[in-house]
């Protein structure tokens, strides 16, 4: 059963930089889409971008400029970097798992339990 | 503002049928499929129904799904007090090379 497990600093400094990883078990990393996807306190999801364990990546084009993600497939391991982070950036940020093929769109149909960053100082 | 549009809130009491809608437009909903979640408080959101109309292993067959051109709709049957929860849309936008999600609804079951 795959599981999906967020890390990372619970708060950041305005103007810092946001760094989590999500540590993929009980299945394989590959061959899959992973994303990243955030909810603000009494707000709704909205989705960050994903990246295949190619390295090939889709990103939210409202905040393509300041993402960028990586993946280890030896460590099952994927990262999302968010830079200039401001107050709007506090959020519970969930890892999950994109089922969508390269020529059609599927489900998240695993995710992780989110983990809280506030941007404050 | 999302780009699936969403009724924010839906009730029924317990038993009835409530229906939650998505609207969305020719390069997400129309062309693509669209998958429904489930977000219960303090807990992390999950899949509900995903290609429209598919349900995952272990979700009552209370819940269904479909969509019809540009529009989607969740429905839930036999209302039950554990499906208090917020409902979200979510489909693959082809103009924008991304996922885009509905605002989500949040069903109160009075």
């Known amino acids: 059963q795959v599981q999906l497990q967020e890390s990372g600093p619970g708060l950041v400094q305005p103007s810092e930089t946001l760094s989590l990883t999500c540590t993929v078990s009980g299945d394989s990393i590959r061959s899959f889409f992973w994303t990243w996807i955030r909810q603000p306190a009494g707000g709704g999801l909205e989705w960050i971008g994903r990246i295949y364990t190619s390295g090939t990546t889709n990103y939210n084009p409202s905040l393509k400029s300041r993402v960028s993600m990586s993946i280890d497939v030896s460590k099952r391991e994927f990262s999302l970097t968010l830079t200039s982070v401001t107050a709007a950036d506090t959020a519970m940020y969930y890892c999950a798992r994109d089922s969508s093929g390269w020529t059609f769109s599927d489900a998240f149909d695993i995710w992780g339990q989110g983990t809280q960053v506030t941007v404050s100082s | 503002q999302s780009v699936l549009t969403q009724p924010p809130s839906a009730s029924g009491t317990p038993g009835q049928r409530v229906t939650i809608s998505c609207s969305g437009g020719s390069s997400n909903v129309g062309p693509n499929n669209v998958h429904w979640y489930q977000h219960l408080p303090g807990a992390a959101p999950a899949l509900l129904i995903y290609?429209?109309?598919e349900r995952p292993s272990g979700v009552a067959d209370r819940f269904s799904g479909s969509k019809s051109g540009t529009s989607a709709s969740l429905a839930i049957s036999g209302l039950r007090s554990e499906d208090e929860a917020d409902y979200y849309c979510a489909a693959w936008d082809d103009r924008l090379s991304g996922w885009v999600f509905g605002g989500g609804t949040k069903l109160t079951v009075l």
């Open positions: 290609r429209n109309n």
